[in-house]
């Protein structure tokens, strides 16, 4: 079955605003997705530019591939399969010591929450997999069949700002009890018997009871926060003097750790400047692409 690759990239416009790419540049898109941010870079840097992108999911890079390929007058790029706190090992194996840009955006590509067989939706049965690359780790199956009460708990409550958190907990140690828990449908159905909702109700709320207990489950499979600890902790060695890092979350714990290390850096005088602000969609976009309403940038610039 050929992937649906429908996916609208958010704050495209306000992220080539803040890296401003210009010719000649390296710049490292660290999620490159199906390419929709790299290919309108890749057009600014021009032939004599580089741009270096980075994924965890080998399907998105092949897809991507075949879209920065179509880019006219675009630069030099290379791919590679791998996590972004691994980017200074990417860069090594780039040839490449500083760049003058990084971009993340820390949200999941579309084709990704469609196919039901990656497991990472509450709306879609299929198997509870949720890996971002299928290739490597366990399942999402695996951890929700072996996790504490108390761990599971507190992961719904942190990463997934879930007030029912307590009572997911305790009703999923009861279910796997009775039987594993291996399905999107299983552990849906079990969310919206913990909170109350049947599943004709669910289906019809503005946001589905389950959402934000798959959204916990998937930072916690894909070790999401440590990674993004890892590269907040290596992204200035990484850029140039007078470089940009610029960094897209989806999650108010995502985006409490970009504000403190971009701070932090500040502080310390390793970045010269640091946006005041999240940069947040405009109406239009946020009308256009629902999915930008939840997106906030932050951005900093490498002390000089």
């Known amino acids: 079955m050929k992937r649906d690759v429908r996916h609208v990239?958010?704050?495209?416009?306000?992220?080539?605003?803040?890296?401003?790419?210009?010719?000649?540049?390296?710049?490292?898109?660290?999620?490159?997705?199906?390419?929709?941010?790299?290919?309108?870079?890749?057009?600014?840097?021009?032939p004599d530019g580089l741009l270096i992108g980075i994924d965890f999911d080998p399907a998105n890079i092949e897809i991507a591939r075949a879209r920065l390929a179509t880019v006219i007058g675009g630069g030099r790029f290379e791919l590679f399969h791998n996590n972004f706190a691994a980017l200074p090992t990417v860069l090594g194996q780039a040839g490449v010591v500083r760049v003058d840009g990084v971009?993340?955006?820390?949200?999941?590509?579309?084709?990704?929450?469609?196919?039901?067989?990656?497991?990472?939706?509450?709306?879609r049965p299929g198997p509870l997999d949720m890996r971002m690359d299928p290739t490597r780790g366990r399942p999402a199956s695996d951890l929700i069949n072996r996790i504490?009460?108390?761990?599971?708990?507190?992961?719904l409550l942190e990463l997934g700002d879930e007030t029912d958190a307590k009572a997911i907990a305790r009703l999923v140690i009861?279910?796997?009890?009775?039987?594993?828990?291996?399905?999107?449908?299983?552990?849906?159905?079990?969310v919206c018997e913990a909170r109350d909702f049947t599943i004709a109700r669910a289906a019809g709320a503005k946001l589905h009871p389950a959402a934000r207990?798959?959204?916990?489950?998937?930072?916690?499979?894909?070790?999401?926060?440590?990674?993004?600890?890892?590269?907040?902790?290596?992204l200035p060695d990484c850029l140039k003097p007078g470089g940009v890092a610029a960094i897209i979350s989806f999650h108010s714990g995502e985006d409490r750790r970009v504000k403190k290390a971009f701070q932090e850096g500040r502080r310390r005088g390793v970045y010269s400047q640091v946006s005041p602000e999240p940069v947040v969609a405009d109406e239009t976009e946020q009308r256009e692409n629902p999915r930008a309403r939840s997106a906030k940038m932050r951005w900093a610039r490498r002390a000089v």
Do not use: W
């Open 213 to 234: 207990t798959f959204q916990a489950l998937r930072i916690l499979v894909n070790r999401e926060l440590a990674n993004l600890d890892r590269l907040l902790t290596v």
């Open 148 to 155: 504490d009460e108390r761990e599971l708990a507190s992961a």
């Open 103 to 123: 971009l993340a955006d820390l949200g999941v590509a579309s084709p990704q929450i469609d196919d039901p067989n990656r497991g990472f939706s509450y709306r």
């Open 9 to 46: 990239s958010v704050l495209l416009g306000p992220v080539l605003k803040t890296l401003d790419p210009k010719p000649d540049q390296v710049i490292v898109d660290c999620t490159l997705g199906l390419g929709g941010h790299s290919s309108a870079i890749l057009e600014r840097i021009g």
């Open 174 to 190: 009861e279910r796997r009890a009775e039987q594993p828990i291996t399905t999107t449908e299983d552990l849906m159905a079990i």
